[in-house]
């Protein structure tokens, strides 16, 4: 309620107390005043009719009629007399004068009775006025001969009483209007209106504009009311803004861990019971699952089934405090059934009261294929190392067995028996060769003949071969780009490579089948790179082999490129076609990968490199007869026997040949022999300083110095420097008589 409403009916309520206890002072004071005019109206009636009693009895008694009458209107003359009536002794009417002049003709017993005394007066309403009625005997010698009734109207009284009362009521109310008026003015400005203002600046407030109160009135309630808000509305000002300034680093922090969850590239979730209660945008995107979805599950659901007991024997462990790693590793069963490895950091919190898991789970499936590529890569690398290795000492032995059979047919007449068997046991060695060229071709320590080459002119090439050598059941499709980008690769190698993968196909296929062969241009990006193991990202030729025949298993496909494993019978595979494939295929920068389902066929997918520019071939001519010299020639090799042949050989020819068993000798002798040694004939595979850094050396001593290097493979056939440079020539080991002479001829009279 207003607080003026209060006031004004708590006056209201203290005025009508005043005027009833004024009241309860007046009122009888003013009855006072009416019972002093009633006995001085009934002194006078006494006074009355003493004064005419004596005249008033004779006229009764004698039955004077009319003098009755004419006093009674002398005695109607007097002030507020309404009506005189006189009666007889026996209450009978005798005269009635007045106003009103009575009709009764006679006094009834009650009133008859009410005069056993002398005088009656009371007091009614009589014809609207209020009067008083005066009765009284009159008598003549003790004895009662008549009435005298005397109606004295006392309206005027009334009036002036009703008056007073009047004029007493607009003075209070006057009084109480000047009242209101002064004390609601007086309310308005000193509590009202300063109440109003600060309800204002509280409603002003509410809103949210924190401001001060402005009272100019001093030394009242008030005034310390309005300071004391003051004090409250600066204390709530500040503390708003404190409060703003929290509220808005909450809002902000809120925001960043926000950003950060939903933008964390691993999954977070909350366990709790093992139910998932919360899990992030990252999750939602690695499981295949809605948020909806995921919250109601139990998180064994999303474990794959091989590791589910793992799995909960490290939550129960956390959560009940026992000892268990804070990471693990583990697969997930997506929604559309693939599985994938995530590494789960675990941290203990409270969730609701009750203790849960934080779980930062990331997905490291590609972490996991790069780390078996990469491990295959390794294995495969070192096989290759391993391969090269017994390649280069098998290399060895065929070229003393080459060696010195080729001696002995230089000594030999075609007629002779032993001829024949001579040339069997070359035959025999150059087949060996052959093998040591797929180790080494494999472990990719073979020379190569780079040039820029059309893929699908190859493929046409060995389709055509294909076409004729394979069985007809076999069908052969070829799905060629137009536009192809060129590559630079071996076209022998990318035809034995293409061979090998055919022959396998054929294998796979005894019943029939079909061979696919596609090529497209593709342009790798850094991720697809990454993934397929793909040394650098650009523009690759893309080669498709498949094929419809009984495909292979997982454990299969991890060992398909290792040289000797196969998956024939016994003597039918050698179990290198598919190494010397991968061994190709690396020795051009590219990829190989092998993608196969149990009875689906498989398919091979070869990535290589393309370049911008053309460089035509060198072509060399080889002499038809081999020649001989007179030139000194330094031979450098460790092996002992290696030696021996290629000094029988070059003397043969009429050189002069000085022998060095490793590069430490060789280079002492060249310093002191240097002006009648013409050409170095230098091993490349050698214990202690190595061929190449002999060669370094020897082209710091002579810079114009002719070295011909000797081995079964090439170590970096993209090596820079004078390591690459410097040599004049290259003999492949087993020595091959004829291309060995050509060549030292070739070096030797290019000077």
């Not at 002049?101 to 009133?111: I, N, T, V």
């Not at 005088?119 to 009435?147: D, F, L, N, P, S």
């Not at 945008?281 to 474990?303: C, N, Q, R, W």
């Not at 397929?532 to 990202?537: A, F, S, V, Y």
């Amino acid at each position: 309620m207003n607080l003026g409403y209060k006031i004004n009916g708590a006056i209201l309520v203290t005025f009508f107390a005043i005027v009833i206890i004024f009241m309860a002072i007046y009122v009888p004071f003013q009855n006072r005043r009416i019972e002093t005019t009633k006995k001085n109206v009934e002194t006078l009636m006494h006074t009355l009719v003493e004064r005419d009693r004596g005249p008033l009895a004779n006229e009764i008694y004698q039955g004077l009629k009319d003098a009755l009458t004419q006093r009674l209107d002398q005695m109607l003359e007097l002030k507020d007399i309404s009506v005189i009536t006189v009666f007889d002794g026996s209450g009978k009417l005798l005269v009635s004068r007045g106003l009103y002049p009575q009709d009764d003709k006679q006094l009834s017993e009650a009133e008859l009775g009410k005069l056993d005394h002398d005088t009656e007066i009371h007091y009614e309403k009589w014809h609207g006025q209020y009067t008083m009625i005066y009765t009284r005997e009159i008598q003549i010698i003790g004895e009662r001969i008549g009435y005298i009734r005397i109606h004295c109207a006392l309206e005027g009284v009334k009036k002036e009483q009703r008056l007073s009362y009047f004029l007493l009521g607009g003075l209070l109310a006057s009084i109480l209007i000047v009242m209101l008026a002064l004390l609601n003015l007086l309310l308005f400005r000193t509590i009202i209106r300063p109440i109003k203002s600060l309800s204002d600046t509280m409603d002003r407030m509410q809103a949210g504009r924190i401001e001060q109160h402005h009272y100019s009135r001093n030394n009242d309630e008030i005034r310390d009311l309005s300071e004391a808000f003051n004090r409250m509305s600066w204390a709530l000002a500040t503390s708003y803004q404190e409060l703003d300034s929290q509220r808005k680093e909450l809002l902000e922090s809120q925001e960043k861990y926000r950003l950060v969850v939903d933008n964390a590239n691993d999954g977070i979730v909350i366990l709790q019971d093992g139910i998932i209660k919360f899990a992030n945008p990252k999750t939602v995107e690695v499981s295949g699952y809605t948020a909806d979805e995921l919250i109601v599950m139990h998180f064994l659901d999303l474990v794959a089934e091989e590791d589910r007991e793992l799995t909960l024997s490290n939550y129960m462990a956390r959560i009940a405090g026992r000892a268990a790693p804070d990471n693990y590793i583990f697969r997930i069963r997506n929604k559309h059934g693939k599985k994938l490895w995530v590494d789960d950091h675990i941290v203990i919190i409270n969730w609701d009261g009750r203790p849960a898991t934080l779980n930062f789970m990331r997905d490291i499936s590609h972490q996991k294929k790069t780390e078996e590529q990469l491990q295959q890569a390794q294995k495969m690398e070192a096989i290759g190392t391993l391969a090269g290795g017994i390649a280069h000492d098998f290399n060895n032995m065929l070229q003393a067995i080459q060696g010195y059979t080729q001696l002995l047919l230089l000594d030999k007449e075609k007629s002779k028996a032993s001829y024949r068997e001579l040339e069997e046991i070359l035959g025999a060695t150059k087949r060996g060769g052959e093998l040591t060229r797929q180790l080494l071709t494999f472990s990719r320590k073979v020379e190569s003949n780079m040039q820029p080459i059309d893929i699908n002119t190859e493929i046409k090439k060995v389709g055509k071969i294909l076409s004729r050598t394979i069985p007809k059941m076999i069908e052969i499709r070829l799905n060629l780009a137009e536009d192809l980008y060129t590559v630079n690769a071996d076209p022998g190698q990318m035809e034995q490579v293409l061979m090998n993968l055919a022959l396998n196909a054929r294998d796979a296929m005894k019943e029939g089948g079909k061979i696919v062969i596609e090529t497209e241009n593709m342009i790798l990006d850094k991720e697809y790179c990454e993934i397929h193991l793909i040394e650098k990202e650009g523009k690759y030729v893309l080669l498709s082999f498949s094929d419809t025949g009984h495909g292979m298993d997982k454990e299969a496909l991890e060992h398909i490129f290792e040289p000797f494993f196969t998956t024939k019978k016994v003597g039918e595979g050698t179990g290198l076609g598919l190494a010397m494939v991968y061994g190709i295929i690396m020795k051009h920068k590219g990829a190989i990968n092998c993608y196969s389902v149990p009875g689906s066929g498989t398919t091979f997918r070869i990535y290589l490199p393309t370049i911008e520019s053309f460089k035509e071939p060198s072509i060399v001519e080889i002499a038809e007869e081999p020649r001989g010299g007179t030139e000194t020639i330094l031979l450098v090799d460790d092996e002992d026997i290696l030696r021996d042949i290629g000094r029988q050989i070059l003397e043969k020819f009429g050189y002069t040949v000085i022998l060095a068993q490793d590069g430490e000798k060789a280079l002492e002798i060249y310093r002191h022999e240097q002006a009648k040694i013409n050409l170095v004939l230098l091993d490349l595979m050698m214990p202690g300083m190595g061929g190449i850094k002999c060669l370094d050396e020897l082209l710091k001593i002579n810079p114009e110095a002719k070295v011909i290097i000797a081995s079964g493979y090439f170590v970096n056939d993209n090596a820079g420097g004078p390591s690459k440079e410097g040599a004049k020539g290259f003999i492949k080991k087993p020595y091959i008589i004829e291309g060995m002479l050509h060549e030292i001829r070739r070096v030797i009279e290019e000077g």
